[in-house]
């Protein structure tokens, strides 16, 4: 497996999946992550986390409509988040899943406006620090 790690870690390799969400999850000792995907996509994914887990962690999925996916959806994911007492979040998907992930860990912690931390307006300055940590798997 290569490992390339820039301002985020990127893992390459055939069937790398399993092992490579191993190690990250151990590295931020993330036990009870929340899920991202597509619908439908679901089920297939829960097989290959099985294994991916470290022992004694717990994942929850969501399959969210990520073509009409909106503010008010962001901050609802970040609401079951906190209630869950999830500890990081796995995006799984195309762009729009990963996008949403983002939005809804802004969204998780701050009231603000998500347009505030737009790239455009000066957005990424105003992040605020400790958030959650995001995998992200393309």
């Not at 931020?28 to 297939?44: C, D, K, N, S």
């Not at 073509?67 to 906190?82: D, G, K, V």
């Not at 802004?106 to 105003?126: D, F, K, T």
């Amino acid at each position: 497996m290569t490992l390339i790690s820039l301002a985020t870690r990127v893992h390459f390799a055939e069937g790398v999946f399993e092992d490579a969400l191993r190690a990250e999850l151990e590295l931020r000792r993330l036990t009870r992550p929340l899920v991202l995907t597509e619908p439908g996509a679901g089920a297939l994914w829960a097989e290959r986390l099985g294994p991916a887990l470290p022992r004694g962690a717990e994942a929850e999925i969501a399959e969210t409509d990520v073509i009409n996916a909106s503010e008010a959806e962001a901050r609802a994911l970040a609401a079951r988040f906190r209630a869950e007492g999830r500890d990081g979040w796995i995006a799984i998907g195309a762009g729009p899943v990963i996008d949403l992930a983002k939005a809804a860990v802004l969204a998780g912690a701050s009231e603000a406006p998500l347009a505030r931390y737009a790239a455009g307006g000066g957005g990424h300055a105003r992040i605020p620090v400790g958030l959650p940590p995001l995998l992200a798997v393309p």
